[in-house]
């Protein structure tokens, strides 16, 4: 079944900001690839980094960037952003939600007389697939709250 391209005009039933081709543009542009996927594939992919995307914490303090619309233009960051979260999908069907039984996660804690301590995120959310390129691309039009996390680069 065809994408159904969000353009900023608030479309009914829309599952992707990019198209198909724009897809396969930020493949060739930001990678030198051309992927032998299916098309099939590669529009579920955009579809699953939509439904990805619905769920980031996105700036309602600004009339123009609320999402899905946009004040009536998608930025192409945010098209690049969703090409870059699908190449991801693509790769591993499920990365950007992956299915995690919180309750069988486990830590160590000490092996005879080591022990370490994670540094890093605990939970769901340490489980699923950061994609920073993009989440850089997007920083302007996110809150930041909740689970969403910003890497400052130097």
């Known amino acids: 079944m065809a994408l159904t391209i969000e353009d900023g005009t608030g479309v009914t039933g829309a599952?992707?900001?990019?198209?198909?081709?724009?897809?396969?543009?930020?493949?060739?542009?930001?990678?030198?690839?051309?992927?032998?996927?299916?098309?099939?594939?590669k529009e579920g992919a955009l579809r699953r980094s939509w439904l990805f995307m619905r769920s980031?914490?996105?700036d309602a303090s600004d009339a123009d960037s609320?999402?899905?619309?946009?004040?009536?233009?998608?930025?192409?960051?945010?098209?690049?952003?969703q090409g870059l979260?699908?190449?991801?999908?693509?790769?591993?069907?499920?990365?950007?939600?992956?299915?995690?039984?919180?309750?069988?996660?486990?830590?160590?804690t000490r092996v005879g007389e080591l022990g370490w301590?994670?540094?890093?995120?605990t939970g769901v959310d340490a489980q699923r697939t950061t994609v920073t390129m993009a989440m850089d691309l997007l920083e302007d039009?996110?809150?930041?709250?909740?689970?969403?996390?910003?890497?400052?680069r130097g």
């Open 85 to 108: 979260f699908a190449r991801a999908e693509l790769a591993a069907p499920g990365a950007l939600a992956p299915s995690v039984v919180a309750g069988q996660q486990k830590i160590l």
């Open 15 to 41: 599952d992707s900001f990019a198209s198909l081709v724009e897809f396969n543009a930020t493949l060739l542009d930001y990678f030198n690839e051309t992927s032998a996927e299916a098309d099939a594939a």
């Open 56 to 58: 980031l914490s996105w």
């Open 66 to 81: 609320v999402y899905p619309t946009f004040g009536g233009t998608i930025p192409a960051d945010i098209k690049t952003a």
């Open 117 to 121: 301590t994670p540094t890093g995120q």
């Open 141 to 152: 039009y996110l809150s930041g709250t909740g689970s969403t996390k910003f890497l400052l």
